[in-house]
């Protein structure tokens, strides 16, 4: 027992209900749905999960589990193995989660991340039986103060039937205050929420349920998986240069100021190093109104060019994690963590005007981008928050590396072979490359943009003659049907976007 | 000049400006951008711009036409004939300026209906040189009262430098009140849209300019264009049938009322079929919070089913033009026209939980949407406000016929080739045979679904082939990618979906 649990558990009933997390994870029947705490990787209950897997080793036990976004540490690695996923949802970053979803062993729904909980509010999808909760603390109401995110927590505690909450050591007391819980009501009753700036708090700052609904309290002390970065290169230099000039441009043409407009950035190296590119730049009091805070948010803190930053959950490198949260004062005026639904809700993401920063796994011509699915067929990790953002945001980027796999994957193709986003809702394009501004283009006009900016040889001149032939057909949207997919069907069947006669050029030429 | 000319034009310093049609159009110059009234063919200028188009013919004139969405009369096809488009959008609907977009010759730029007028308010496109906006009557300050549509009208009013008003005398005085003219703030001082409730006034009842910007009145008296919607049939009453069950199960699950939720249908046959399909239901008290109101609205305040509905148009067929505007004090205090952004505001379509009812042009297993694309290639009309909507409902619905071309077309395919709206956005899919719920299930599952309930042989079995043989080959969304769009391919090949084997073998047997 620590010394402090007074200040964790305010409630001296509530510190009756502290078990193990074996026996907490009895509450768990076979059949049920879970919502449990974390979004990417960070705030998600550590030790529960695993003792729910463990369960699953030795009897029947299947569960749907939802989360707010990626979890960390090997809870879903562990259910997986164990077998007791049936079904997963909103979203996954696990290899082996991802192995077993691609193989149609667990069914997995991947959604835009401000949905889920209104399909769960409004009894489109069945109801959350048992959440489980990541805590600093418990108040004397029996309320839950989150730890690093707060994704779906809130609606999942709220929702449940019973709540189990993880009470982390690791993190310290002084997170409270961080978070802001706005819970929109049930429509047809809904209101506006009254947010019009990114530092606005407009909730309460722990997730207010019944007491008697916690059924049980396990202590943990463990901190939260940190970031999988990579670190930036000279790819994603070239990008965020290429971003950073356009931005410079827009300020020039009047259209934006030094502030730019609130930011969002994706998670993931090439989004994390888009947003550390703006360090070196003129640009001053940026915002950030995002989903996930990562090294970036605080580099740009520590350089004295972010004034505030609003996210769902923060999620750091081993060695931003250990500065900021050991200087945390230093930071914590300026951020506010909300529910993932607010971070990422529609009408705010339009309201507030926000330069939405993802990243795109392939793109074609016609500036349609793919997320999520590695070949159209085989997961990678959900859609997230792309979409949620793109489609409303003031201007929507989407980022990649014009190759893959030592180029043999060009990330632009001819047509996608799956579409998260639709073209309607691609501004700009950028590559290492260069930069494609799409607004107010035709398709056609499109198409020239992304090859002669975006896309290096010989996928360039591959793209060139794929567009004239399909031109000659005719079209809104030219296409020669039939080799659209040429490029995935290639790579399929040897290893290569590129033609064999071409590979065997390029192999002769090095 | 008429007898209430003081009525229409309520400034006498204003009454100076009218014109012709010819003398109107000689304030747009070559190389311009003209943003005019006209919203599924309701409240377009009538005369000027076939005068713009007359000097087309004669002088070098090329300009980049901006409506609401499409247009009635011979606007777009003269235009189009006189050579003087360069650059349309965000929808339209005439087959001449169709013909000339698929051949290249017309840039068109399809967008979300409520987002055109922010890439313009934000000087992301060409800014507005000069408005064309029909209208009821000009008021003592120079504040312009709409006709039957809204659309984008009030915001190229505000934004152009010059507006050219038709007071079309066809349309009675009595629509003044009608409308609900609501201007966002320029982002970053944007605030939340006050509405809560479909039948809320947040605005004014004119667009308000200043006077001085009235640069020319030409008077007019010509109906606008009657809707073209074929009238409900087997089929259509089918889909109607289907999602009028649906819905019953929804209020006997406890998630809907008798009220339903707000609706919206989009333009065309099917989606106002449905709409009529309500009328012998047991549901009531029904409201709309959609674009464009079509007859299937007035039927059911006939019908005493809807108390209320709230659009950006009014377009009705000949016969039921002739009913409501000659008994107009009838609908009146039930009726509102909202600008087009506000009508598909993501902020309004989240907040009062929307059932969006839209017309699909093909579908795929998985529940993609193409809503555009013929064959992946060529422009029907545009995306219009179907994005805007199942974006952000509150339950996304979108209906097709199984079939088109006499069934040499399967509307659902193996995959779509054109998405304009994804698995994500997509929660109901209906056709005649039947009604795919695809809420919370993963991509197989809605594949099972949508294939045994919404497909009629013999593309049923052709896809229970391709699906098996996909999941043979596995992946979250399984495809088998070189025969993916292989349905598209024979159609534009020889004719039919069919392969030439089974087309044969059914033209045998019948």
Redesign the interface.
């Known amino acids: 027992m620590p010394d402090n649990l007074e200040q964790r558990i305010r409630s001296s009933q509530l510190r009756d209900k502290i078990t193990t997390a074996t026996a907490a994870a009895a509450w768990i029947k076979d059949g049920m749905t879970i919502g449990m705490s974390g979004f990417t990787r960070a705030g998600d209950a550590k030790v529960v999960p695993l003792a729910l897997a463990e369960r699953a080793r030795h009897e029947p036990l299947k569960v749907t589990l939802l989360t707010g976004a990626s979890l960390g540490g090997e809870a879903d690695r562990q259910l997986t193995e164990a077998g007791a996923l049936v ?1 997963r ?1 909103p979203f996954q970053g696990d290899p082996t989660l991802r192995a077993a ?4 062993e667990v ?6 991340l401000s ?1 889920t909980v ?2 769960l509010r ?5 109801p959350v039986d048992v959440a489980i909760i990541e805590a600093i603390a418990i108040t004397e109401t029996g309320a839950i103060i989150p730890t690093t995110s707060v994704g779906n927590s809130a609606s999942f505690a709220i929702l449940a039937d019973k709540v189990i909450v993880e009470i982390n050591l690791a993190h310290a007391l002084e997170l409270e205050g961080l978070h802001d819980i706005f819970i929109p009501k049930r ?2 009753l ?5 947010l ?1 700036k990114v530092s606005d708090r407009v909730g309460t700052t722990a997730i207010e349920i019944p007491a008697e609904k916690i059924v049980a309290i396990v202590i943990t002390n463990q901190p939260d998986s940190t970031a999988a970065n990579l670190p930036p290169d000279a790819d994603t230099a070239a990008i965020a240069g290429h971003l950073v000039e356009f931005f410079k441009k827009e300020v020039a ?3 934006l100021t030094e502030r730019l ?2 930011l969002q950035a994706g998670i993931g190296t090439i989004a994390n190093a888009v947003m550390s590119g703006l360090i070196d730049s003129p640009f001053k009091h940026l915002t950030m109104y995002s989903e996930v805070l990562q090294d970036s948010t605080f580099e740009l803190f520590d350089a004295g060019k972010m004034d505030f930053a609003s996210g769902s959950s923060i999620t750091l490198s081993p060695r931003k994690a250990g500065e900021v949260f050991s200087n945390f004062s230093k930071y914590k005026d300026r951020l506010v963590l909300r529910p993932q639904e607010i971070s990422n ?3 705010l ?5 926000i330069i939405a920063i993802n990243t795109a796994l392939e793109a074609d011509i016609y500036g ?1 981008v793919n997320s ?2 590695v ?5 990678m990790n959900g ?1 997230g928050g792309s ?1 949620d953002f793109a ?2 945001a ?2 929507a980027v989407f980022a990649t590396k014009s190759v893959a796999k030592g180029g043999k994957i060009s990330s632009i193709v001819p047509m996608v ?6 073209s ?2 691609v ?1 700009i394009l950028v590559t290492e490359i260069g930069l494609a501004d799409l ?4 398709p ?2 499109r198409a020239l943009a992304i090859i002669n900016n975006c896309v290096a040889e010989p996928y360039k001149q591959m793209l060139q003659e794929y567009v004239a032939a ?2 000659a ?7 020669i ?2 080799k ?2 040429s490029w ?2 290639n790579f ?1 069947q040897h290893g290569s976007m590129l033609p064999a006669a071409v590979a065997a050029d390029l192999m002769q030429a090095a």
């Open positions: 079904r949802m979803i691609n193989s149609g069914m997995y729904v991947d959604q835009h949905e209104e399909f409004s009894g489109q999808i069945a429509r047809p809904r209101e506006p929420v009254p019009t043409a009047g259209r407009m609130p809700y529609p009408e993401v339009r309201r507030l005007g349609n999520t699915h070949m159209g067929t085989n997961m859609i979409g489609r409303n003031y201007l072979a799956h579409t998260d986003h639709s309607h809702d501004d607004r107010g283009l035709a056609r006009e399909a031109n057909r005719g079209g809104q949207t030219p296409h049907l039939e659209a997919l995935h069907v399929l």
